[in-house]
C-alpha cells in the first residue's frame, strides 16, 4: 500500500467515524438486507450489514438481485430494489424533520409514512414527496413511474424556462409515468408491467424488523477508497446534489488518476476547477496583468 493510499484511509477514518456515538440515537438503520450492499461514507467504501447505523449523506448502492431496507426512528421505512442508488442528503431525526434522498437509478419504495412526516426523494425527472402510508417509485433511463400505493403523493417537475415547476397530486391507487411530470401521464392504476417489473418483497408490506436490530448495531466492512468510476454518478448529479462533493472529496483531489478523471469531466463539474487549480482564483497583485485598477482617490470623478 502506497504512502498516498494510507494517507487517504488515515483522513477518511478520522474526518468520517463509520458510527455515531453511543448515546446518539441514529437517525435510521439497515434493518434488512437479502443480497449485497455497499456503503461510501467519506471517501471510503464498505460493504453493508444488518444492523449498520446510517448517517445523513451516506451513498448506498444496492447489488444485482439484492434488497435493502432502512427504518426511521418514527416506523416509517425506505426499501431499495436491486440495482439501485441512493444519496441520503439529509435522515430525518424525528417524526417532523425534513428526509432528503436523491435516486438516479433504481426503485425505492416507503411504507408506514406518517402525515406528519418531511420526505422527499429528487430524481432527475422530478421529486416525489409521499404524504401518508406507501408509494412506489421506479427511475430508468425511460423516466419516472410513481405508484401512489397507500396514500396521497405529490410529484413535482423540474422547473422550466419561463415557467413554474408543474406538481401533480396523485390519489391512493393512482399512477405516473413519462420522462416529465405531466398530467397526460397519470392513470387510475398502475400497469401491469410496473408491477410485473418490481421485486416480490415490494408487492406486500414489509414488518419492522427495528426492535430486532437497534440494540444489536454493526459496522460495515471496510472494503477501499473509492475510485472517481465509483463516485462519478454524484459527481455529474445536479448542481443541488454534487455541490458538497468537492469538499468531501477535496482529499482525492492529489491521487493521479482521480485529478485526471476530474480534469477530463470538468465540464460536467465545474466546481471543481477552483479545487484543483486554486492559484487561478487568489487574487491579483496590483500592476500585474489582469489585477484590477486600484480605486481613484476619494472625491475624484
Do not use: C
Not at 458510527?19 to 455497499?38: C, D, I, N, R, V
Not at 453493508?48 to 426511521?72: C, K, N, P, T, Y
Not at 406507501?134 to 417537475?157: D, W
Amino acid at each position: 500500500m502506497t504512502l498516498l493510499l494510507l494517507r487517504r484511509w488515515a483522513w477518511a477514518m478520522l474526518a468520517f467515524p463509520l458510527a455515531a456515538p453511543a448515546a446518539e440515537p441514529a437517525p435510521a438503520m439497515l434493518t434488512l438486507l437479502e443480497g449485497t450492499a455497499t456503503l461510501v461514507r467519506g471517501v471510503a467504501r464498505y460493504a453493508l450489514a444488518e444492523g449498520v447505523r446510517l448517517q445523513s449523506g451516506d451513498i448506498l448502492e444496492i447489488g444485482e438481485s439484492s434488497i435493502a431496507e432502512m427504518e426511521f426512528a418514527d416506523g416509517a421505512a425506505l426499501t431499495l430494489g436491486p440495482d439501485s442508488r441512493v444519496l441520503a442528503a439529509a435522515l430525518p431525526r424525528s417524526a417532523t424533520a425534513r428526509g432528503d434522498f436523491y435516486v438516479p437509478q433504481g426503485v425505492a419504495k416507503f411504507g408506514r409514512v406518517k402525515p406528519e412526516a418531511r420526505l422527499r426523494v429528487t430524481t432527475p425527472v422530478g421529486t416525489v414527496q409521499p404524504a401518508e402510508g406507501a408509494a412506489v417509485l421506479r427511475v430508468s433511463g425511460s423516466g419516472m413511474q410513481v405508484f401512489a400505493e397507500g396514500g396521497p403523493v405529490a410529484i413535482t417537475g423540474q422547473p422550466r424556462r419561463g415557467a413554474p415547476a408543474e406538481t401533480l397530486r396523485l390519489r391512493t391507487g393512482e399512477f405516473s409515468s413519462g420522462k416529465s411530470v405531466q398530467r397526460g401521464g397519470v392513470r387510475p392504476r398502475p400497469t401491469p408491467e410496473f408491477i410485473a417489473a418490481l421485486p416480490r418483497l415490494f408487492l406486500d408490506p414489509l414488518p419492522s424488523r427495528l426492535a430486532r436490530v437497534k440494540d444489536r448495531p454493526a459496522q460495515p466492512r471496510q472494503m477501499d477508497v473509492v475510485t472517481y468510476a465509483m463516485v462519478e454518478t454524484w459527481l455529474k448529479a445536479p448542481y443541488a446534489i454534487r455541490r458538497p462533493m468537492p469538499a468531501r472529496f477535496r482529499a482525492l483531489a492529489d491521487d493521479p488518476a482521480f485529478r485526471e478523471a476530474l480534469i477530463a469531466n470538468m465540464r460536467f463539474h465545474p466546481e471543481w476547477d477552483r479545487v484543483l487549480f486554486p492559484e487561478k482564483y487568489e487574487p491579483k497583485e496590483p500592476g500585474t496583468p489582469g489585477a484590477a485598477a486600484p480605486p481613484p482617490p476619494a472625491g475624484a470623478r
